[in-house]
């Protein structure tokens, strides 16, 4: 067990003291579970697949998927990117996939002009619990119709990349 954290959306883990924080008590049964177990619990109580099956579940909100500030900008971003990534890689039978948005802004050119803009990663994982995982190798002509949809659809993204490292050493997530 050591080094494999459990469910990581808890305020716990976090150090967050819900009570200070926001004034009240949050009680977080899942928190010993990971997301295999989590699933499994979401089936037994009866909840539609459609919900436990999705991604991310269960897992971090939209916000872990940016890295640095958080902005309704950037929230904005990243939900359109993500609606693209699930709607492209729903059919892979992949683990879990996402789209994470980077800080850094990087060159790109649309219209013939330069364009100083945001990049989005995606991660497809293959994996039975996320102790482990492994990329999925996903057709050229996927990725190509994914990036092609992102740098389409969600304004002010001029790079698509994705991501190959194993977990671990890297993480599913990017918080």
Not at 26 to 31: A, D, Q, R, T
Not at 32 to 44: C, N, Q, S
Not at 58 to 83: C, F, N, Q
Not at 109 to 128: A, L
Request: hydrophobic share 40%; charged share 25%; net charge neutral.
């Amino acid at each position: 067990m050591a080094g494999i954290k459990p469910q990581h959306n808890v305020f716990e883990q976090l150090g967050i003291d819900p009570q200070s924080a926001f004034g009240y008590k949050i009680v977080e049964p899942l928190i010993r579970l990971r997301k295999d177990g989590v699933r499994k619990v979401a089936a037994a109580l009866g909840l539609p697949k459609s919900i436990y099956d999705r991604m991310p579940f269960p897992g971090p909100a939209l916000a872990a998927r940016i890295i640095g500030a958080v902005t309704e900008e950037k929230l904005d971003i990243v939900r359109k990117a993500t609606a693209v990534t699930e709607d492209e890689l729903a059919d892979t039978g992949a683990f879990q996939y996402m789209a994470i948005l980077h800080e850094d802004r990087v060159t790109g050119m649309r219209n013939n002009c330069r364009e100083f803009g945001m990049q989005i990663e995606v991660r497809c994982w293959d994996s039975v619990d996320a102790r482990r995982a492994t990329p999925t190798r996903l057709p050229w002509e996927t990725l190509e119709r994914l990036s092609e949809r992102i740098l389409a659809e969600v304004p002010g993204v001029v790079s698509v990349t994705c991501a190959i490292a194993p977990k671990p050493p890297s993480t599913m997530e990017v918080v």
